[in-house]
């Protein structure tokens, strides 16, 4: 089986699942306009990469999947609520996501803070109700906690916005920690989980570490890469958002032929990180060779 395939397969035999899922749990908010607002960024589609990271490492590692949706709804319910927040007229003001209009402008901005608020709030009940023994429950919800807040994703936005519009760019340096935070710590929170769930050994736990930081910088590397050069409609969002905003990507600091050798160097940071891996891990190859 090629690697488009063998993904695709892997994707569609746990993703369609997981949505529904999400959306029933969803559904259950004790009020209707909230669950339509946190029903309608969810069912909005996406990549669902963070939640297939923690399919695929977990099944790479050994372990059962099928129990795993829980672990999984949470870490894209955390996702979700970022974006919802990102759009809102005080971060990003955009009006488009995935190629609908943005919660606040579905609903209104009140609305989509709560559907956020509650998205967020909601994803450490999952996590925590996992059907795991209860060690693993705890760590689970440590690296989701860590992956998604002030040492991690919530840092790496406070960053984004000090150093948007301002006259002095980031360095490289400041780039690259930047978005290991904004992007790369739920992206890492993602592996870890799923390595969680398996029990893994050191070696293979620093393995599976140093593949997330690579792909984590190599994923935000493409979407600078494809905020430049493609269209809203193959975007899904408003395309030349970055530029427009004063934002700082790699594009804006390397041009596009620079970020396009560190986004080959970074992929190739990945792969041979998979390869120290105890065991193969074709899935997790195929999921780098989409950044390609």
Known sequence: MNQSKRI???????????????????RQAHQPRLADAMSYSLAAGGKRLRPLLVYAVAATMGADTTQLDHVAAAIEYVHTYSLIHDD????????????????????????????????LTDAFALVSGAPQPATVR??????????????????????????????????????????????????????????????????????LDDFATAFGLAF?????????????????????????????TYVSLLGI??????????????????ERLSVPAPLLEDIVAMLG
């Open 220 to 248: 935000q590397i493409r979407d600078d890469i494809n905020d430049a050069t493609k269209s809203s409609t193959e975007l899904g969002k408003t395309a030349g958002h970055d530029e427009t905003a004063g934002k700082n």
């Open 88 to 119: 809102l007229p005080a971060m990003d003001d955009a009006d488009l996501r995935r190629g609908h209009a943005s919660n606040h402008v579905q609903f209104d901005e009140a609305t989509a803070i709560l559907a956020g608020d509650a998205l």
């Open 138 to 207: 705890v760590a689970l919800t440590s690296q989701l906690a860590v992956g998604a807040g002030s040492r991690g994703m919530v840092a790496g936005q406070m960053m984004d916005i000090a150093a948007t519009g301002s006259s002095t760019p980031l360095t490289r340096g400041q780039l690259v920690r930047m978005h290991a935070h904004k992007t790369g710590a739920l992206l890492l929170a993602a592996v870890r989980m799923g390595a969680t769930v398996a029990t893994v050994s050191d070696a293979d736990d620093e393995a």
């Open 8 to 26: 695709k397969a892997f994707a569609d035999e746990h993703i369609p699942a997981l949505t529904e899922f999400m959306l029933a749990y969803a």
């Open 257 to 274: 032929d620079g970020a396009t050798k560190a986004l080959a160097k970074q992929m190739r940071s990945a792969h041979l990180a998979l």
